[in-house]
């Protein structure tokens, strides 16, 4: 099992509203590591902007090459890309500022503290995601 930590940027996917009219997430998009992501492996979502963890799930499946799903709650064309279906475990509302990860040392190392802008998702060694959990 490997951990993970995906981003969620608002400007570009209406997550609020997907679930606010039903919608349930079952896949997320991912531009790199889609052949290294495995069923059983937990992952952290974590919102861009104001910071913070938004869900905790797990992955159910490989990653497929398809349309976005629900295309309607993306604010940007998105066309085919790699998604890998999941499945949330619990959903959250924890604002953490970026600067608390970076002046976290328990997130040494971590490459979404060194790129935070990078393409999703990003490695989680076992001991950052036990930080991430600490903050829930």
Same mark, same amino acid.
């Given at each position: =099992?490997?951990?993970?930590?995906?981003?969620?940027?608002?400007?570009? #996917?209406?997550?609020? +509203?997907?679930?606010?009219?039903?919608?349930?997430?079952?896949?997320?998009r991912v531009?790199? #590591?889609?052949? +290294?992501?495995?069923?059983?492996?937990?992952?952290?979502?974590?919102?861009?902007?104001r910071?913070?963890?938004?869900?905790?799930?797990?992955?159910?499946?490989?990653?497929?090459?398809?349309?976005?799903?629900?295309? +309607? !709650?993306?604010?940007?064309?998105?066309?085919?890309?790699?998604?890998?279906?999941?499945?949330?475990?619990?959903? !959250? /509302?924890?604002?953490?500022p970026?600067?608390?990860?970076?002046? /976290? +040392?328990?997130?040494?190392?971590?490459?979404?503290?060194? =790129?935070?802008?990078?393409?999703n998702?990003?490695?989680?060694?076992?001991? !950052?995601?036990?930080? #991430? =959990?600490?903050y829930l």
């Open positions: =099992m490997r951990y993970w930590l995906m981003t969620w940027n608002p400007r570009t #996917f209406q997550l609020d +509203e997907l679930r606010q009219s039903g919608g349930t997430l079952e896949d997320w531009r790199r #590591f889609w052949r +290294e992501l495995s069923a059983g492996d937990k992952f952290v979502l974590w919102r861009t902007g910071g913070g963890i938004a869900a905790v799930g797990s992955i159910t499946g490989e990653a497929e090459f398809k349309d976005p799903p629900a295309p +309607e !709650h993306w604010t940007e064309k998105s066309d085919r890309a790699w998604f890998v279906p999941l499945v949330i475990d619990s959903w !959250h /509302d924890r604002v953490i970026f600067k608390t990860l970076r002046d /976290d +040392e328990r997130l040494e190392g971590m490459m979404f503290r060194q =790129m935070p802008g990078g393409k998702p990003h490695p989680l060694t076992e001991d !950052h995601w036990n930080a #991430f =959990m600490s």
